[in-house]
Each structure stands twice: as structure tokens, then as C-alpha cells.
């Protein structure tokens, strides 16, 4: 089975259980991206990643990747669907939110920031809180709930 096809049949199983893995951004009734986020324990490929694995104990939502349409790229999308992300998980009573960005000095290839750019997160808010490679740091942000309970 290809990664393509088991990422899709995990996703599937994620949502054949009541679970939402991520937001998608419309512009209109058009679909511009996405944004993958949702507990830690829900992404078992977090655990064996050298660079996402946990930093500690603490729970917390990842946002894993970002999808944005071609044709929009470098439009704002990735940072509308950021600001979404943040917004559902205060919402959902989430604590804190974790994040695996890219952080290059230099210009990078679209392929590559599929998990963000650093230097968005940093203008969320996100405090680096530890650094596995070079380029890719692991980031957090504490929330402040709004009050739902946290989906299941």
C-alpha cells in the first residue's frame, strides 16, 4: 500500500469515529486548503518521528500539515487557516496547541512548507520549544478557552 493510500485510509478512520482531523478554508463555496490539526494521540506517526515526537507529557493538538491551492499560494491563506485552527481549538477547551513549522533562512520550495513557516507561527504567538533538525522546530501556543467541550 502507498503512503498516499494508507495517510487516506487513516484520515478515514479518524472520521469514521466522530473525529474532525482538520479545517478546510473556502473562498466562496470554493475549497482553497487545509489545515490538519487535532490531539496528539490521534497522529501515531507523531510518536516515531524523530523531529515531531513528544517534547513532554503535556496534551496538546498538533496542527500537522497545510494544503493551500497553487494558485493562492502567498496570499494569506496558510495564516487565515492558522488563525481558523487556533479559533476551533479554543473552541474545543484545547489548552495548548503544538506545531512542526519549517524554519529556513534562505527562500524555500512551495513542496517544502507543507507544516508552515516558522516565521507565521512566531506572529501567532508561538514560543519555540525544541529543535530536533536545524530547520524544524517544534512550536507551541497556550490558549484561552471560550468555552465548548472539547470534541470527541
Known amino acids: 500500500m502507498s503512503v498516499s493510500e494508507s495517510n487516506k485510509r ?13 479545517l ?6 470554493r475549497p482553497i486548503g487545509w489545515v490538519s490539526l ?5 497522529y501515531a506517526r507523531l510518536a516515531r518521528s524523530p523531529v515531531m515526537k513528544p517534547v513532554d507529557e ?3 493538538w498538533s496542527i500537522i500539515c497545510f494544503v493551500v ?5 502567498h496570499q494569506g491563506v496558510a495564516k487565515a487557516l492558522l488563525n481558523g ?9 484545547v489548552p495548548l496547541v503544538e506545531a512542526y513549522p519549517v524554519d529556513k533562512t534562505g ?3 512551495d513542496d517544502s512548507m507543507w ?24 512550536v507551541r501556543k497556550r490558549l484561552l478557552a471560550t468555552g465548548r467541550s472539547r470534541v470527541p
Open 10 to 22: 487513516s484520515l478515514k478512520a479518524l472520521v469514521d469515529r466522530g473525529i474532525v482531523p482538520g
Open 58 to 60: 503535556k496534551p496538546v
Open 107 to 109: 527562500p524555500a520550495s
Open 85 to 93: 485552527a487556533l479559533a476551533w481549538a479554543r473552541e474545543n477547551s
Open 115 to 138: 507544516f508552515g513557516a516558522k516565521r507565521m507561527y512566531d506572529r501567532a504567538g508561538f514560543i519555540e520549544v525544541a529543535r530536533r533538525k536545524p530547520a524544524r522546530p517544534v
Open 69 to 73: 491551492d497553487p494558485s493562492l499560494r
Open 24 to 29: 478546510i478554508g473556502y473562498f466562496g463555496d
Open 38 to 42: 487535532g490531539p496528539r494521540e490521534d
